[in-house]
């Protein structure tokens, strides 16, 4: 077994041991740990995939952005640990059924494929042709996604004042 397949085998063993984690922790600031593991583990598949940009991108706007306004959010709700959950075992029943189901299919779709090698080119940065991307051929998409992020976060302070004015 090569270095590379053990890491790769490592970042997806806690990618996904700590994705479980998140779906079945009890305690949300647990979950929010967890959830980060699992990020850091996504971001170590896209290093090893050379995908570098995504995996800065995974880390800053997911890790650095998002997982810790997160958790500066769980920290700053009162009581949340003290919070109850009513209904626990409600559809866990059908949730096992639904999941079994799929994991049947995903089983027997790895089973039946037939997966084929290719030797792999050398390891590159990709920032640069990210770079020309946006700034060439998906300049207008990405205007566009810019303009309507814009224009959701003009949105959200609008909503939100007029709940503040009440």
Known sequence: MST???VFYLLAGLTVGSAIAV???RHVVYAAFALMSTLLGVAGLFVLLS???LAVVQL????GGVLVLGLFAIMLTHRIAEAE???RAVGRGPAAVVVGLVLAALLRALGQTEWGTAELPPPAPTTYAVGMAFL???ALPFEVASLVLLLALVGAVVV???ELGR
């Open 136 to 138: 060439g051929d998906y």
């Open 60 to 63: 800053l706007v997911y890790v």
């Open 85 to 87: 959950v009513s209904n």
């Open 4 to 6: 590379t397949l053990a």
């Open 160 to 162: 939100s004042r007029k």
């Open 23 to 25: 779906a079945v922790s």
């Open 51 to 53: 995908a570098d940009f």
